[in-house]
């Protein structure tokens, strides 16, 4: 069982920036690909970005390209979304997620093998 916790969610105006920060424990955290998933009200869930096990390798969803990095520490068993000139489209609430087969499974499958409760994150216009 791997445990995440999200934090750093909010209510900002349009063209800020926030960060949002994945606390995990449990397993072995470098086991895992780590990611992140927004799902907004009356939508689907939706891919937002994922890093690599070691941290070398990024995929980010077309949207938030250029907008947003992600990013992890294995020696605190964090991970970060780093969101700038966030968009009222960009309201969502936001999972943190892990993925056991890898990144590139996350992004193309959308999957994931444990997600995290959520934070908010509302931009107004």
């Known amino acids: 069982q791997v445990q995440l916790v999200e934090s750093g969610g909010g209510l900002v105006q349009a063209g800020a920036s926030l960060r949002l920060s994945c606390a995990a424990s449990?397993?072995?955290?470098?086991?895992?690909?780590m990611g992140w998933f927004r799902q907004a009200p009356g939508k689907e869930r939706e891919f937002v970005a994922a890093i690599s096990k070691g941290g070398s390798i990024t995929y980010y969803a077309d949207s938030v390209r250029g907008r947003f990095t992600v990013s992890r520490d294995s020696a605190k068993n964090m991970a970060y979304l780093r969101m700038n000139d966030l968009k009222p489209e960009d309201t969502a609430v936001y999972y943190c997620a892990t993925r056991s087969r890898g990144a590139q499974d996350m992004s193309v499958t959308k999957g994931a093998d444990y997600w995290g409760q959520g934070t908010q994150v509302t931009v107004s216009s």
């Open positions: 449990g397993r072995t955290f470098s086991n895992y690909a």
